[in-house]
């Protein structure tokens, strides 16, 4: 079962890590992993999605716990969170597919970033699905590069990472 979770932690150096570190001492592989500094530039936010079972995932949020620079932990399930990804595609592009791909990226909400002569660069901000959706569709003009970022979630009420509703605690 895949798991997603907010970790909120100390900004500091090695925290990383000993968080990836972590999962990997156990077994539990990471499948997606988004870090960055929050409001307060003291404190950073990993988004970590992962796949096991609830007895592993309830050790490794006790490992975590233990770890000096963890301030706490929030499981974001995908109905009480909004989730989102960001994908950068490089796609081969002429005077003849130019138009073709316009519309599909407007269909998909995305926009167009850059424009070279034989390329287009296209963002999209979105579900995982609806990125993958995208790719598909883009796949026929040539996809030259590709980078996404990991899952990032907030969320949907509003307890912050302050609130100590939701926050597991083992």
């Known amino acids: 079962m895949k798991h997603t ?6 900004n500091k150096p090695g925290v990383l890590h ?6 990997s001492r156990r077994g539990f592989n990471i499948e997606s992993l988004a870090v960055g500094e929050t409001q307060d530039p003291a404190i950073s936010r990993m988004t ?3 796949e096991g079972d ?16 963890t301030l706490r932990i929030f499981d974001l399930s995908p109905e009480q969170a909004v989730e989102r990804e960001l994908a950068l595609i490089k796609i081969a592009a002429s005077e003849k597919t130019r138009s073709e791909i316009t519309q599909i990226v407007d269909i998909f909400k995305a926009r167009i ?9 296209i963002e999209i901000s979105s ?34 990472c302050q609130s100590s509703l939701s926050v597991l605690k083992f």
């Open 5 to 10: 979770i907010s970790v909120i932690v100390e």
């Open 18 to 23: 000993r968080v990836a570190g972590l999962f």
């Open 48 to 50: 970590i999605v992962a």
């Open 54 to 69: 609830e007895q592993t995932l309830e050790q490794i949020i006790k490992q975590l716990y233990k770890q000096i620079d």
């Open 113 to 121: 970033v850059d424009v070279a002569q034989d390329s287009i660069i």
């Open 127 to 160: 579900e995982k699905e609806k990125i993958n959706d995208l790719q598909k569709m883009l796949e026929k003009f040539g996809i030259l590069e590709l980078v996404r970022t990991g899952k990032i979630a907030l969320q949907r009420s509003s307890l912050t």
